[in-house]
């Protein structure tokens, strides 16, 4: 009896064994026969049909811009691939000259410029009108005045007057803020170059990743030196948005592999998605929302405030670009440690982390009226203390 007992017992856990086995491989040949499919389907469908598509549309004269016979001449670049990494904006990428371009699509947007005639007939705004529909959007979206002398030149060189069709993609691009930050803050060397556009798709500069590897995995076994060096070039990053003319800029969403390196070294972040002037946060975080706490007053990572008498929120952000990296990159939570939050990091730099992620505590740590904002000098003594790190791994070795 006792017997029987057992082989039955062996005989369920050798036939639980051998289904948990054939499941295992059966999910094992479906995660890999997707993956594989995937990477198919982006490499010879994708990205070829966003390119036939905009030939078709350049053909037909829906679209204009230089850079559309460039690269529909089949000429001008090669090597057309899907993108290699995460950047949702990136369509693909193709090569000229031996230098990368990622070609990019401009936000759908669902306003429209046209409308129809007593007749039925389609119409569209005439160019000077169209001129200042583009002036008075950028002036009220991002508070920057635009010489009619060079809204003029673009116009005059990307729409045909036979085709004024071709205004609505051009509209598009200017209404996509990927695009507006690239031009507009072109000279700062912040965004990647904006190299040409066809239509709604605009080409820009490629940029490498320089994430070192993260998470659980790497708590331990890092490379150390080189996350001190990235989170010293974050921060340098900062300080020219922190400096921008007429206004500073706002990060109120950040990922570290967003961040790219240019073929001189240049740091840039590849998205201006949740990047705004201060005017643009302003605007933002001061919509009379009813409010309880400043927590109900926030845009992405920025939080605003909530007038207590008034319960409305209003537009002075509690914390900044800082505070927002020092919580989201450098330090990170304990199912993904940061950057900076690593068994290798002193309890000095841990300190300093702590206070730039809440200087609440003490007045000489925030910014006066702005709680959750640490003040320069926590972000000197930050910057200091992660480069005497750096300084002391590089020197021995």
């Not at 982006?42 to 390119?51: D, F, H, Q, R, V």
């Not at 007038?307 to 939570?333: A, H, P, S, W």
């Not at 206070?355 to 925030?366: A, F, G, L, V």
Request: charge should be neutral; aromatic fraction near 10%.
């Amino acid at each position: 009896m006792l017997v029987s007992l057992t082989h039955a017992v062996r005989r369920k856990f050798r036939s639980l064994y051998q289904r948990v086995l054939i499941s295992s491989i059966l999910l094992g040949v479906v995660v890999f026969s997707f993956s594989y499919l995937s990477l198919e389907f982006c490499y010879k469908i994708l990205s070829s049909s966003s390119l036939s598509h905009m030939c078709n549309q350049y053909k037909q004269n829906q679209y204009s811009g230089a850079l559309c016979e460039e690269l529909c001449n089949g000429e001008s670049f090669k090597d057309f691939k899907c993108p290699h990494n995460s950047m949702k904006t990136i369509m693909f990428t193709a090569v000229k000259n031996n230098d990368i371009y990622a070609i990019k699509l401009a936000k759908h947007i669902t306003d429209d410029l046209t409308w129809r005639d007593k007749n039925g007939l389609t119409r569209y705004p005439e160019m000077l009108e169209f001129q200042n529909i583009i002036k008075q959007y950028i002036t009220i979206t991002y508070n920057v005045t635009i010489e009619d002398t060079v809204i003029h030149a673009l116009l005059t060189q990307e729409i045909d007057p036979h085709n004024p069709e071709q205004m609505l993609s051009l509209w598009r691009l200017f209404k996509d803020n990927n695009y507006m930050m690239g031009k507009l803050y072109e000279e700062e060397s912040i965004f990647p170059n904006i190299l040409g556009s066809c239509g709604p798709y605009y080409a820009t500069e490629n940029l490498d990743s320089i994430q070192p590897e993260t998470g659980l995995r790497h708590y331990i076994t890092i490379d150390w030196e080189g996350r001190l060096k990235f989170a010293l070039m974050i921060m340098e990053f900062l300080h020219r948005l922190d400096t921008i003319k007429p206004e500073p800029l706002k990060m109120c969403k950040v990922e570290p592999h967003h961040f790219g390196i240019t073929f001189d070294k240049r740091i840039k972040y590849q998205t201006a998605q949740y990047i705004l002037s201060e005017f643009q946060l302003e605007r933002l975080l001061t919509d009379g929302s009813h409010c309880e706490v400043d927590s109900d007053c926030v845009y992405e990572y920025c939080l605003g405030k909530c007038d207590e008498t008034r319960k409305i929120c209003t537009g002075q952000q509690q914390n900044n670009n800082l505070q927002i990296v020092c919580q989201y990159i450098f330090k990170g939570t304990r199912l993904f440690p940061g950057l900076l939050s690593t068994a290798k990091a002193p309890s000095s730099l841990l300190a300093l982390l702590n206070i730039c992620i809440d200087p609440s505590k003490n007045e000489k740590q925030h910014i006066p009226n702005r709680l959750y904002a640490p003040t320069l000098e926590i972000g000197s003594k930050l910057y200091n203390e992660i480069k005497r790190i750096h300084d002391e791994l590089t020197f021995r070795a």
